[in-house]
């Protein structure tokens, strides 16, 4: 059997969405690559850093590049579709036991890219137990849209306008990711041939011995 690898992170630090929760709680979406494989990551409240860090309350969808990419089409359809539409991925894992991994597969999350019927673009990450939190795609309160020198006021098409300005960030940090890791990949080759195997994700529902906890947000 394979032991679990160190976790090797690289955050998205551009892509982070906010959403409000009850007295003044927020929920954070984030992406970044594991190990060599991105993934999506959401923490459904926010807490202290300096308290012990609980699994329970993190939720994350490994992908590979070419589904990530393929993700990436179904979220400009959506975007440029009709409302009340949604695509949904459901993302597995290898079921690790003992920190030794196995032969079975788990569903460790899905996630869903939709348009709700006011037209208002939505990504949400959904694992069996934990809190469904749907983030919207809008500009923030520091920033005001205008057309024609009019100030946008419809929600859908501003959400629409944002979602393709985060899809189009994502598509480019994803783009430079490939680069890096088919570099990374190919100089690990040359300097130990026996060590180009290809690595594992982390499941979401181990402990947290060995993985510093900042490196999750």
Do not use: H
Not at 188 to 208: E, F, G, Q, R
Request: proline share 4%.
């Amino acid at each position: 059997m394979n032991k679990r690898p160190k976790a090797q992170i690289v955050k998205f630090s551009p892509l982070r969405l906010r959403k409000n929760l009850e007295d003044g709680e927020f929920a954070l979406l984030t992406w970044s690559s594991r190990n060599g494989y991105p993934r999506i990551t959401v923490f459904t409240e926010n807490k202290n850093k300096t308290e012990t860090f609980d699994f329970n309350r993190m939720i994350s969808a490994p992908f590979d590049y070419t589904t990530l990419n393929s993700f990436i089409e179904m979220f400009e359809t959506v975007i440029n579709g009709e409302k009340d539409k949604s695509y949904k991925l459901d993302c597995f894992n290898m079921k690790y036991v003992n920190n030794e991994r196995t032969d079975e597969k788990y569903l460790q999350a899905s996630v869903t890219i939709g348009k709700n019927k006011n037209g208002i673009v939505f990504l949400a990450v959904v694992e069996e137990g934990k809190p469904k939190i749907a983030f919207d795609l809008n500009y923030t309160t520091f920033f005001k849209v205008y057309k024609d020198n009019e100030p946008v006021t419809d929600a859908g098409e501003l959400s629409c306008l944002y979602a393709k300005g985060y899809i189009r960030t994502l598509k480019k940090i994803v783009g430079i990711r490939m680069v890096e890791e088919t570099v990374n990949q190919q100089s690990l080759a040359a300097t130990n041939p026996a060590s180009t195997t290809a690595p594992v994700n982390k499941s979401s529902n181990v402990d947290a011995n060995g993985i510093d906890p900042d490196d999750l947000f």
